[in-house]
């Protein structure tokens, strides 16, 4: 998996360096959970009496030209910034396109859409979904065989990075399609550092201190959504990589499938988290807050760093945002750990998630070619440029404008910069036990209510 996400990222790397032109910064801003363009819709049952999927006349009904409906259900609830704005966008401008299509999207935060989609894999899927190409999401689905196979043919122009098609494939059939390439990242209010006189930090021991700083500010150094599990899981991750270097994959796969965390690597990585969680990094609470609260934090000024992924750059493109914010956030990586084998440029990144059609939908010819014009070169990967929202899964080249945010220049530069990267994060490594139990058991660990090596045992007891 590491050495797929690496051709991966490293070719993207290779795009970035092309990059050159400077830019002024606009603004993002917390996900709200708009719906006014969702419709909530439930699935119909689309099998019969006995459990199969209907014939293939009827999943290619709508290609004569007759009124189409397609449901689509997606996990941005967002729907006037970032890659919600995009998907509707998108949405809308096939609409137009296409007078006998109706796409009706239900839209859900990735928590409440993931238990939903269990469901709908049992009684049957909307047409297009959100799915993740990693294992311990796409493994189970897979098998259900609730997906429709793609054409991988149909995909060769699309400027699909090396090796990202990767994870959605099972036995050499492609099942889904990438969106962005992730990287983890520390957000940061430039204008609030300089005005404090605080610096980026080159090392763990350096983030600590300057957290004391902020906190003796009055300020919360790092606004973190730990209510949801796997925010946390991917900032493990993170400590990991530097903690291990190139061998992280290696030890993660090895404990997964020994059912054994005792590796002193993945111990001290634990450790750390646990030692930032003690000298109060985070803010008060953080263990049951959730995603919008966490980026309000920062976004509002009362946090001077937030912890997320590259996918919300975007907040540099929020006019929701008070410009004073959103024109100086800018972004490092995990700093490195005293004696670790990771340096500065190995950082945390993978793959994230993308869509994929039901295998069952009464309208799958209509909602694969839907999809495919989702990821025209033309849509996705540049509306996602240009809406900030981190690096694409396709070749964005073409459109870099030089009126790039300050943010998506430094992203940029950290990908091209990247030596190595780590691939899945530790929470999507394993099976869905593993990932429910590692997500479920890391808020104890972080706030001391679970030892370190009583959360180690309960995740690889989760693995056998």
């Known amino acids: 998996m590491k050495k797929k996400v690496l051709a991966t990222l490293l070719t993207a790397a290779m795009t970035a360096s092309m990059f050159a032109g400077c830019g002024g910064d606009k603004g993002s801003a917390p996900a709200s959970a708009d719906t006014s363009s969702v419709a909530e819709e439930e699935a119909d049952s689309k099998t019969d009496d006995s459990g199969a999927a209907k014939d293939d006349a009827a999943a290619d009904a709508g290609s004569a030209g007759g009124d189409v409906t397609i449901k689509l259900f997606s996990n941005l609830p967002d729907r006037k910034n970032g890659q919600g704005l995009v998907e509707q966008t998108i949405i809308d401008e096939y609409m137009a396109e296409n007078a006998n299509v109706t796409i009706e999207v239900e839209a859900l935060d990735e928590e409440a859409y993931k238990t939903k989609f269990k469901a709908y894999a049992m009684n049957g899927m909307p047409d297009v979904v959100s799915i993740w190409g990693q294992p311990a999401f796409l493994d189970e689905v897979l098998d259900a065989g609730v997906l429709a196979e793609l054409n991988e043919e149909d995909y060769v122009d699309y400027g699909f990075i090396a090796g990202s098609l990767e994870g959605f494939k099972k036995d050499g059939k492609l099942y889904g399609l990438p969106r962005n390439t992730d990287i983890m990242l520390f957000y940061y209010n430039q204008k609030m550092f300089d005005d404090n006189g605080w610096k980026v930090p080159a090392t763990t021991d350096d983030l600590l201190s300057l957290c004391e700083d902020i906190q003796a500010a009055g300020?919360?150094?790092?606004?973190?959504?730990?209510?949801d599990g796997w925010p946390m899981a991917c900032f493990l991750t993170d400590i990991l990589v530097k903690v291990s270097g190139i061998s992280y994959a290696d030890i993660v796969s090895n404990a997964i499938a020994t059912g054994d965390f005792t590796a002193p690597e993945i111990k001290q990585a634990t450790e750390i988290l646990v030692k930032f969680a003690d000298a109060g990094m985070f803010q008060v609470g953080y263990d049951s807050q959730d995603y919008g609260t966490t980026m309000n934090l920062f976004t509002n000024g009362q946090a001077a760093m937030y912890c997320m992924g590259s996918w919300d750059a975007s907040m540099a493109l929020n006019e929701d945002i008070a410009p004073e914010i959103r024109?100086?956030?800018?972004?490092?990586?995990?700093?490195?750990?005293?004696?670790?084998?990771?340096?500065?440029?190995?950082?945390?990144?993978?793959?994230?998630?993308?869509?994929?059609?039901?295998?069952?939908?009464?309208?799958?010819?209509?909602?694969?070619?839907?999809?495919?014009?989702?990821?025209?070169p033309d849509k996705l990967s540049k509306y996602g440029w240009e809406n900030g929202v981190g690096m694409s899964a396709q070749d964005q080249t073409p459109y870099l404008t030089g009126s790039e945010t300050e943010l998506q220049k430094q992203i940029m530069d950290i990908l091209k910069n990247a030596t190595s990267v780590s691939g899945t994060p530790i929470n999507d490594c394993g099976p869905s036990a593993f990932k429910t139990a590692i997500e479920s058991e890391i808020q104890g660990v972080s706030n001391g209510s679970t030892s370190v090596d009583d959360f180690l045992a309960a995740i690889g007891a989760a693995c056998k």
Request: proline share 3%.
């Open 219 to 227: 300020i919360t150094p790092v606004a973190m959504d730990g209510g």
């Open 327 to 376: 024109d100086n956030i800018r972004a490092f990586t995990m700093p490195t750990v005293s004696g670790g084998k990771g340096g500065a440029n190995d950082i945390a990144a993978w793959n994230g998630g993308g869509y994929a059609v039901s295998a069952s939908s009464e309208v799958r010819e209509e909602a694969i070619k839907f999809l495919n014009y989702m990821y025209q």
